[in-house]
């Protein structure tokens, strides 16, 4: 399975941004969906997850309260959308498939990466 992330670019604080990850080459509708990010010079910090049919979601403490995760399966697409901007927020941000969980061992296919800037 290939995933194309995109949707990243730069914004002013308190702005949205609303990225999507498109999968193809193989099946993406049995799969969990997961977000991560990586800053410069920071490790990777998962952001969130969705089940398979989108029935549960779970956030990072990063994203609670400004993130949403979703997918539509028949269109074989992700979405974070991303409210309220902080500039802490910059990042590369990574989509994955695979189990529903924080850890990024548990997701088998990564998106390529989107950059978003955040300023202040």
């Known amino acids: 399975v290939q995933l194309q992330a995109s949707g990243g670019g730069s914004v002013q604080a308190g702005g949205s941004l609303r990225l999507s990850c498109a999968a193809s080459g193989g099946t993406f509708s049995p799969y969990a969906v997961g977000w991560f990010r990586q800053a410069p010079g920071k490790e990777r910090e998962f952001v969130g997850a969705i089940t398979w049919d989108g029935s549960a979601t779970y956030y990072g403490d990063s994203g609670k309260g400004r993130f949403t995760i979703s997918r539509d399966n028949g269109k074989a697409t992700m979405y974070l959308q991303m409210n309220n901007l902080k500039p802490e927020d910059t990042a590369v941000y990574y989509c994955?498939?695979?189990?529903?969980?924080?850890?990024?061992?548990?997701?088998?296919?990564w998106g390529q990466g989107t950059l978003v800037t955040v300023s202040s």
């Open positions: 994955a498939i695979g189990a529903f969980t924080t850890v990024a061992s548990g997701y088998a296919y």
